[in-house]
């Protein structure tokens, strides 16, 4: 990785190579790699700002689309997909470089994510009925190839229930992997430019107030209100929100363990791993630290 973080700072054309030719592995054979192409885009923006961002992120759109032309015959596909694994990273990378906080650029990709989701709600009457519409063939699909046991009508009613989540469990997926992005490029920031940085920044990090307390506010109107179109959106936001308190909560054990060895390989493996059950306790973490400071809390332990 480090050879390829290097290679991406050189110059333009250098960085055009790595980010489009790891979108093109990703969209082709390996989708997860697509994290690097958005990490080292995201690096040269932390690295040379904004504006350099920008002169890459129109080539690289644009070769994206002449790919596209060619292996799918869509250009339009190809732009769109680039523009969806660049453009989000750019303004959140942005306020890494200038505000130094890894909070602030956390809080805006909470931010983005939240915009979509209202977006979503604001202008799609029922969002769970255009999901379902969409699962419909892919139900089908199974239904037509489905393995012995396979029951059509017990797997399409989960759908059915999960359509009511979808949109935050997309929107979701998307911020979580703009974080890890983010995440990548800020550790082979901290690899070339200063060792251990990213590591420190991580076990310090901490939200800003109004970011807990509007979580806090967001779940509890779902837990009062239960059913219902506002109940349903505001589980589409808290999804969002419980991201974000579940970093903090790792950010915590991170640094109350010390950030060395084992246990910060052990940390970062649980963040793939992790069972469903210790999420929201993890979560729970995070947001208590508001009022707890944990990381002092265990210093004077």
């Not at 690295?47 to 799918?72: D, I, N, Q, T």
């Not at 909070?103 to 604001?122: C, T």
């Not at 009062?224 to 903090?248: C, P, R, S, Y």
Request: proline share 5%.
């Amino acid at each position: 990785m480090r050879f390829f973080a290097n290679y991406a700072l050189r110059g333009r054309y250098q960085a055009l190579i790595a980010i489009c030719g790891f979108a093109i592995i990703a969209s082709q054979l390996l989708p997860p790699v697509s994290l690097i192409s958005s990490a080292l885009f995201a690096l040269v923006v932390l690295r040379k700002g904004g504006m350099e961002g920008g002169w890459v992120l129109l080539p690289a759109v644009l070769s994206l689309g002449l790919v596209g032309s060619l292996l799918m015959g869509n250009a339009a596909q190809g732009m769109g997909y680039g523009l969806l694994l660049w453009l989000p990273i750019l303004p959140v990378a942005v306020v890494l470089r200038e505000s130094r906080s890894l909070a602030w650029a956390l809080e805006v990709s909470l931010g983005l994510g939240l915009a979509v989701v209202a977006g979503v709600y604001a202008l799609v009457d029922d969002p769970a009925a255009w999901w379902r519409e969409r699962i419909q063939g892919f139900v089908q699909a199974m239904s037509e190839n489905a393995p012995e046991g396979f029951d059509p009508a017990t797997f399409a009613k989960a759908m059915d229930a999960f359509s009511h989540y979808m949109t935050g469990t997309v929107v979701g997926g998307s911020v979580l992997s703009l974080i890890l992005g983010l995440s990548i490029a800020r550790w082979l920031q901290s690899i070339l430019f200063n060792p251990g940085g990213f590591g420190r920044e991580f076990a310090a990090l901490r939200f800003h107030p109004p970011v807990v307390y509007l979580g806090l506010v967001s779940i509890l109107v779902g837990l009062v209100l239960a059913d219902g179109m506002i109940a349903e959106f505001t589980w589409n936001m808290n999804g969002l929100f419980l991201i974000l308190f579940t970093l903090g909560g790792f950010s915590i054990i991170h640094a109350v363990l010390g950030g060395k060895g084992l246990w910060v390989f052990a940390i970062y493996l649980a963040l793939l791993f992790i069972p469903k059950w210790l999420i929201p306790p993890i979560a729970l973490l995070g947001i208590s630290d508001l009022w707890v400071d944990w990381r002092n809390y265990a210093k004077r332990s």
